[in-house]
C-alpha cells in the first residue's frame, strides 16, 4: 500500500491532530538488544537530509522508514536498531526537523502541534516538552526517547511571533496545559 502523508495540519481540529499523533505507532527499539553491531554508514545533517555513504536519500518512504528505528543511546549516540543488529549513524544535531507547527487557541488554553520532516505529528505537552537552549537560540522539541527535533526557521518564528503576542511574563509559550518558558533555560 503506498505511503500516504497526511493531510495539512490547518485542515484539522487540535482532536485530529491529537489522534493522529497518538496513533503513530513505532517499532519498540528500546527494548531491542541485538548483539550484532556495526556501521550504517549513514549520516543525519542538521538540515534534517539523510545520508548514505555521503548521499543523499532521496527516497522519503526510506528516510521515514530507517527515523521509525532511530535510537539514542545511554552515551548519547545514535544508532539504528532492530531485534538483531544495532547500527550506529552520525547525527550532526538532532534527527528531526520540525517544519510545520499549527496552534489551537492562545495563552494557556493553546495546543501545539508539530509536523516533523518524517511526517511525524507532535503535540508539544508535558511528555514532548519544547527546550530552549541558552546557548543558542534556537528551540527544539522532545520528540520520543532523547530523541529531538529542531524546529525550522520559519516555525521558529511562527513560535516567536506566538509567544510575543501572548507577552508572558516570564517570556514563553503554553500548549497541552503546559508553560514553556523561553528566557534563562539551559
Request: no cysteine; hydrophobic share 40%.
Amino acid at each position: 500500500m503506498p505511503y500516504t502523508p497526511p493531510p495539512e495540519l490547518t485542515s484539522l481540529s487540535i482532536a485530529e491532530i491529537a489522534e493522529m499523533a497518538e496513533a503513530q505507532k513505532l517499532p519498540p527499539v528500546d527494548q531491542w538488544d541485538p548483539q550484532e553491531t556495526g556501521d550504517s554508514e549513514m549520516r543525519i545533517t542538521a538540515d534534517g537530509t539523510w545520508y548514505h555513504q555521503g548521499d543523499p536519500i532521496k527516497r522519503p518512504a526510506m528516510v521515514r522508514a530507517f527515523s521509525s528505528i532511530l535510537r539514542r543511546e545511554a552515551d548519547g549516540s545514535f544508532a539504528l536498531v532492530t531485534p538483531y543488529q544495532k547500527l550506529s549513524i552520525i547525527v550532526d544535531d538532532a534527527p528531526f526537523v520540525a517544519v510545520e507547527l499549527e496552534s489551537h487557541g492562545s495563552g494557556p488554553d493553546r495546543t501545539l502541534a508539530f509536523r516533523l520532516n518524517t511526517d511525524h505529528l507532535i503535540v508539544a505537552n508535558a511528555d514532548h516538552p519544547l527546550r530552549f537552549g541558552a546557548d543558542k537560540p534556537q528551540p527544539y522539541l522532545q520528540v520520543r526517547n532523547g530523541l529531538e527535533a529542531v524546529l525550522a526557521r520559519p516555525v521558529y518564528y511562527q513560535l516567536a511571533e506566538l509567544a510575543l503576542d501572548d507577552a508572558a511574563d516570564p517570556m514563553g509559550i503554553w500548549s497541552a496545559g503546559t508553560f514553556f518558558p523561553i528566557e534563562g533555560q539551559s
